[in-house]
């Protein structure tokens, strides 16, 4: 799995409420697909990465794909290395503003919940993508270290959700960056094997949900 959450001496230091807020909604620094054209070879780059593999994910067939010029690609993203580095970043953006829109009610751990939902559902309706972030789905891509620090927006949002969960005595004392982790890990673990077709359990869905409530039962204050 890529890792994207910086080493300690890398993290961004903790912020007030507004600022973390501020920052889940706005768009990464080295975000792409900012024009129709960009979009349209992000698209068909995730859609040649899911129905043909790796191997298919050149400038050319990407370009051709998209109907544009292989020119494209090179005066966007300077080949094929900026091309899924912009499918990474792209999806931790959306994975970030999907995160970021769910409500907040007054129950912080069924917030949590719900946060763990939407995560499921970003990633099975976004296999491509969810397998560049996570997967090494292209072996020869290593995101850089901005690259990581973008991409860690996503989880800084867990962690807001988590200490809030925690200042409101809903989620036992704790770091809530090691906390965030353990929720992270287990949804990630869950929606690994679902997409990998690998399992036991008939209803896949009911058992995400069983599984991640009795996670956050374990971590409820009081």
């Known amino acids: 799995m890529t890792p994207v959450t910086p080493p300690p001496h ?9 600022a973390s807020d501020a920052r889940a909604s706005a768009p990464s620094r080295r975000r792409a697909g900012s024009d129709g054209v960009e979009r349209a070879l992000l698209a068909a780059a995730a859609r040649l990465l899911t129905e043909e593999g790796p191997e298919a994910l050149s400038v050319r067939r990407v370009a051709a794909e998209a109907g544009v010029s292989a020119m494209g690609v090179y005066s966007r993203f300077g080949g094929k290395q900026g091309l899924v580095e912009a499918l990474f970043l792209d999806g931790f953006a ?34 491509a993508a969810y397998a560049v972030m996570f997967s ?20 800084e949002v867990l962690v807001d959700a988590v ?3 925690i200042d409101a005595g809903a989620l036992r ?23 990998a077709g690998m399992g036991f359990v008939p209803d896949r869905e009911a058992h995400f949900e069983a599984t991640n ?10």
């Open 213 to 222: 409530a009795a996670l956050l039962r374990g971590l409820r204050g009081g």
């Open 94 to 127: 959306r994975l970030q503003q999907v995160l970021a829109a769910v409500p907040r009610t007054g129950d912080p751990v069924e917030d949590l919940l719900e946060g763990s939902r939407r995560y499921r559902r970003f990633a099975l309706e976004s296999p």
């Open 136 to 155: 090494r789905a292209i072996p020869e891509f290593v995101p850089s270290a901005p690259c990581k620090l973008d991409a860690a927006g996503a989880f």
């Open 10 to 18: 890398e993290r961004r230091p903790a912020e007030g409420a507004a």
């Open 173 to 195: 004392p704790g770091d809530p960056v090691d906390i965030a982790e353990g929720i992270w890990a287990t949804c990630h673990g869950l929606v690994s094997l679902e997409l």
């Open 163 to 165: 200490r809030r969960g």
